[in-house]
């Protein structure tokens, strides 16, 4: 959120990733529904994976056309231009409750995180017939004798519309994450040589010096509000002496 700015304001990245996936978000509708997988404890049923459940084309077109109908049935267009990121298209005007993100539910008890209330009933219904169809479904017992956790379930965040503008304060942005890389993609350009660079899924800091080699630049920024800017002049700091204080 601190280097991206949208207007209206809101984070409607259902749309967003529609458009960098396939190009024709247009005025339309949009929400994620993306396959994830969760698993039953004492505590109650938490969701433990999404995003990294390696689902290919063929499994993924055969869960769709498991699904289609249930969605079809409640006039929704359900459609997956990437194995893992499917999306529904939903009537303009259809009043969406609060979804969290992925992110802020994974290994906590989902149903903490299901929408409430009379507006909400209708995506605890669909969720709960989606879980049904999942689980009866071939695919995820060729997917568990391979080893692979089984998809069993949806996860409905980001709705909303194209935002009239995208605009941020970073030059590029160094990511696997294609929520950043369709947000920077979507864009206004920025005259700024930083780089914005995402190392949740980085356990080599070898990999992060190579990348600064030759940038001006490096924002590394990390999720507990940590930031750091990197020039590459620093580099020679390693003459210097090691602190023996840290209030200097």
């Known amino acids: 959120e601190r280097y991206f700015t949208l207007q209206p304001h809101g984070w409607p990245m259902a749309a967003i990733q529609r458009q960098f996936d396939a190009g024709d978000a247009g005025d339309h509708l949009w929400l994620r529904a993306d396959p994830v997988h969760c698993r039953a404890d004492m505590a109650g049923v938490r969701l433990l994976a999404w995003g990294n459940l390696d689902i290919d084309d063929d499994q993924s077109r055969r869960f769709l056309t498991a699904l289609q109908p249930v969605f079809e049935d409640a006039g929704m267009a359900m459609s997956a231009p990437a194995p893992d990121r499917w999306f529904l298209r939903l009537p303009l005007g259809t009043e969406l409750p609060a979804f969290a993100t992925p992110e802020q539910a994974l290994g906590t008890d989902l149903f903490e995180h299901l929408p409430p209330g009379e507006v909400g009933r209708r995506w605890r219904t669909l969720f709960s017939e989606a879980q049904v169809t999942l689980h009866n479904h071939p695919a995820n017992a060729e997917r568990m004798a391979q080893g692979k956790q089984p998809v069993n379930s949806l996860w409905f965040w980001g709705g909303g519309t194209m935002p009239e503008s995208i605009a941020t304060s970073i030059g590029s942005v160094d990511t ?73």
């Open 176 to 248: 696997p994450d294609p929520e950043l890389q369709a947000l920077l993609a979507l864009s206004t350009p920025s005259p700024s040589a930083s780089i914005l660079c995402d190392l949740r899924h980085v356990r080599d800091w070898s990999l992060v010096e190579k990348r600064l080699h030759g940038e001006p630049l490096m924002l590394l920024d990390f999720a507990d509000g940590v930031r750091w800017n990197l020039e590459s002049w620093q580099r020679w700091r390693f003459w210097r002496q090691p602190l023996s204080r840290l209030d200097r």
